[in-house]
């Protein structure tokens, strides 16, 4: 089965349709930059561009750099403050013809990770971390997420933890591999004080280049990149847009019930 997904991003919007039931891209994704200022008439016309390059008049679902309650964004940090308090499915959907299932992009990038990737039958508390223009993150507990959870914007050292500590700061202040690994340092031990997960996954751009930084962080908890790299967000959106809400717990699988053999008396009668 085939969705499409769209990852808004604070510097490009990319998508592509989605086998949601390998949790692979089913075409090459196809990225425009995101307009400057992103304000939701210009963002929302190149969405429709990504979507109308591939011919796809079906469901979307989008990701977006923001809160997300019920569709509506909440905070924006890295687009226009235009968008706080507006209906980012409503906006959206008035322009793609198959409507379309909105969420945070680290959440979208987090459920895709969990689902396919790198968190995959993982238990416990694992926290999915995004590091690109801005500082993404998905909370997950035995699998279940815990949406919204916006921690890149914990204050470190006085400063909000992505200005010193995404991929964006480190080419702002360039910085080399190893000392952008002092900061992720600092950033993810906090992490841990908070929360001491099981496992943290790297994501978000800087996860195609987790070779020449990961063996400089220093933290406790075991730490992998995202195999699903920077495709996570659309694969992810791609499969809310599928199956819905993922914050919703999942049944307990129970076993069926065993009525107790019948007993016999003396004879072979049944009593």
């Given at each position: 089965?085939?969705?499409?997904?769209?990852?808004?991003g604070?510097?490009?919007?990319?998508?592509a349709?989605?086998?949601?039931?390998?949790?692979?891209?089913?075409?090459?994704?196809?990225?425009?930059?995101?307009?400057?200022?992103?304000?939701p008439?210009?963002?929302?016309?190149?969405?429709?561009?990504?979507?109308a390059?591939?011919?796809?008049?079906g469901?979307?679902g989008?990701?977006?750099?923001?809160?997300?309650?019920?569709?509506?964004?909440?905070?924006?940090?890295n687009?226009?403050p235009?968008?706080?308090?507006?209906?980012?499915?409503?906006v959206?959907?008035?322009?793609?013809?198959?409507g379309?299932?909105?969420?945070?992009?680290a959440?979208?990038?987090?459920?895709?990770?969990?689902?396919?990737?790198?968190?995959?039958?993982?238990?416990?508390v694992?926290?999915?971390?995004?590091?690109?223009?801005?500082?993404?993150?998905?909370?997950?507990?035995?699998?279940?997420?815990?949406?919204?959870?916006?921690?890149g914007?914990?204050?470190?050292?006085?400063?909000?933890?992505?200005?010193?500590?995404?991929?964006a700061?480190?080419e702002?202040?360039?910085?080399?591999?190893?000392?952008?690994?002092k900061?992720v340092?600092?950033?993810?031990?906090?992490?841990?004080?908070?929360?001491?997960?099981d496992?943290i996954?790297?994501?978000?751009?800087?996860?195609?280049?987790?070779?020449?930084f990961?063996?400089?962080?220093?933290v406790?908890?075991?730490?992998?990149?995202?195999?699903?790299?920077n495709?996570?967000?659309?694969?992810?959106?791609?499969?809310?847009?599928?199956?819905g809400?993922?914050?919703?717990?999942?049944?307990?699988?129970r076993?069926?019930?065993?009525r107790?053999?019948?007993t016999?008396?003396?004879?072979g009668?049944?009593?």
């Amino acid at each position: 089965m085939q969705v499409f997904g769209v990852d808004i991003g604070g510097t490009g919007i990319k998508g592509a349709p989605v086998d949601i039931d390998e949790g692979k891209l089913a075409a090459p994704r196809f990225r425009l930059p995101t307009p400057q200022p992103a304000e939701p008439a210009a963002v929302s016309k190149t969405v429709a561009d990504v979507v109308a390059h591939f011919g796809w008049t079906g469901a979307v679902g989008a990701t977006f750099p923001a809160v997300i309650k019920g569709g509506v964004a909440r905070t924006a940090a890295n687009v226009d403050p235009g968008w706080v308090n507006t209906d980012v499915a409503g906006v959206l959907g008035s322009v793609l013809p198959g409507g379309v299932a909105v969420l945070n992009d680290a959440d979208a990038a987090g459920v895709a990770e969990m689902t396919f990737g790198a968190g995959r039958d993982v238990g416990g508390v694992v926290i999915m971390t995004t590091f690109g223009t801005g500082i993404g993150t998905a909370l997950f507990l035995h699998g279940q997420l815990v949406p919204n959870t916006e921690l890149g914007h914990l204050e470190i050292g006085g400063h909000d933890a992505e200005m010193k500590a995404s991929d964006a700061a480190r080419e702002r202040d360039d910085l080399s591999w190893e000392k952008w690994a002092k900061r992720v340092t600092r950033y993810l031990s906090a992490l841990e004080a908070l929360l001491w997960p099981d496992l943290i996954i790297i994501g978000g751009g800087a996860s195609r280049k987790a070779d020449r930084f990961l063996d400089h962080l220093d933290v406790r908890t075991k730490i992998v990149p995202a195999q699903l790299q920077n495709e996570a967000g659309i694969v992810g959106a791609a499969l809310f847009a599928a199956v819905g809400d993922q914050t919703r717990p999942k049944a307990a699988v129970r076993p069926p019930r065993r009525r107790p053999p019948a007993t016999r008396p003396p004879g072979g009668r049944r009593p």
